[in-house]
């Protein structure tokens, strides 16, 4: 098999405020030493480099945590280095994580000479209301100045919206996401609010502090969301983004068609496809503790080990089978080393079928807009 290019991610772990309903790795730090966390990334980018080989380079991501409060000067060396350590495509993906507040809104311009080339704005909602409800640290007017900024700046922009919030009604969602749409129409990731583990909002929503929408005006708003999104030329190529088609995120799409992709900085995980199998790797998630890792080893890996054939084979199938396209029965079985049949369970695959929730298009196994819907609980049932 042809071996496909790499997609690389880069913690950055800190933000000036922890949102109530956010459960990534992300910490607040009265300060923090930017220079001596972006040495620790390059040194840890170099050990990886050196086990991956020379190998092409598709994409760069920038998470967190909030990116954006990086130095400039250290995204364009991490940027730099990457492109001298691997074989960069002509397309190459860049990748920035921003807030819309007016610190991080005139960073942009910097960020893009330091060459990100995509930016994604963590807008969450057009609602002054909703945006303090969710613990944002911008109104507004902020976040459609910074969309216009970055439209000025970046050839492709994404951004993230907070829909099935308490009290929305779906006229209301319809009339924001028009809004939204209007100011910038490539690309949106439009997350349905959950209720994660050992977050604030986890605490609050158990004490009856406010109330969800109930389950058919969840499913509203989700319809309502498409929609909309369909009218101004956005399709769902996965259960939570939207894009115009050829705007689609690369970088996360090398995930969910379970490519190979390294993770470098706190809490990042990695799976790269080799000799031996595939290698499962996880970095520490303590900031302070991979940073003397990094420092004492080169490298903060807290965690590596072998995937099963059927280990490989799930997480493939999980990841996959979330993208409107669906998964190509030969790839899951080159990347598991597994029969496609024996990953599934006949029956419940046989059933789904039936029901219309799943649909072979083309050679590929897909989730219908039902079954996408559905996903949580049809995977548990369809993965031996």
């Not at 507040?101 to 080339?117: I, K, Y």
């Not at 907070?162 to 779906?170: L, N």
């Not at 583990?197 to 309502?224: I, W």
């Not at 399709?235 to 689609?248: K, L, Q, R």
Request: aromatic share 8%; with cysteine.
């Amino acid at each position: 098999m042809t071996e496909e290019p790499l997609a690389l991610y880069i913690h950055w772990p800190f933000c000036a405020a922890k949102c109530p309903y956010c459960d990534f790795n992300s910490h607040v730090r009265e300060r923090v030493d930017g220079a001596r966390f972006a040495r620790a990334l390059l040194a840890e980018l170099e050990h990886e480099a050196a086990r991956a080989g020379r190998r092409r380079l598709a994409s760069i991501f920038f998470g967190g945590g909030t990116p954006s409060l990086m130095d400039p000067d250290d995204v364009a060396a991490l940027i730099a280095r990457a492109r001298a350590l691997f074989d960069a495509e002509p397309s190459l993906e860049v990748t920035l994580e921003a807030n819309p507040t007016s610190v991080e809104r005139g960073r942009l311009a910097a960020l893009r000479a330091a060459g990100v080339n995509r930016v994604s704005l963590g807008v969450q909602a057009l609602d002054d209301s909703a945006l303090r409800f969710l613990g944002r640290r911008h109104g507004a007017a902020d976040a459609v100045a910074a969309l216009e900024a970055a439209r000025a700046l970046f050839p492709r922009i994404s951004f993230d919206l907070i829909y099935a919030r308490p009290g929305q009604t779906e006229a209301a969602w319809r009339a924001e996401l028009r809004q939204a749409l209007a100011l910038v129409a490539d690309h949106l990731s439009l997350y349905q609010l959950t209720i994660e583990e050992g977050t604030r909002f986890a605490t609050l929503y158990a004490r009856g502090a406010f109330a969800l929408p109930d389950p058919d005006t969840a499913a509203r708003l989700y319809d309502a969301t498409a929609e909309e999104a369909a009218r101004a030329g956005l399709f769902p190529y996965e259960v939570s983004n939207y894009a115009v088609p050829g705007a689609e995120s690369r970088h996360n799409l090398a995930y969910w068609r379970y490519g190979d992709h390294l993770g470098i900085g706190p809490g990042a995980h990695q799976r790269v496809l080799r000799a031996e199998g595939m290698e499962a790797l996880r970095r520490h998630r303590g900031p302070e503790e991979w940073l003397a890792r990094v420092e004492r080893d080169g490298h903060g890996t807290a965690s590596a080990e072998w995937l099963t054939p059927e280990e490989r084979g799930r997480e493939a199938l999980l990841m996959g089978l979330r993208l409107a396209e669906g998964v190509d029965p030969a790839r899951i079985a080159a990347r598991s080393g597994l029969p496609f049949e024996a990953l599934l369970d006949s029956a419940v695959l046989a059933r789904a079928l039936e029901e219309g929730y799943l649909a072979w298009t083309g050679g590929r196994l897909a989730t219908t807009p039902e079954g996408r819907v559905r996903l949580d609980a049809l995977l548990p049932a369809l993965l031996r």
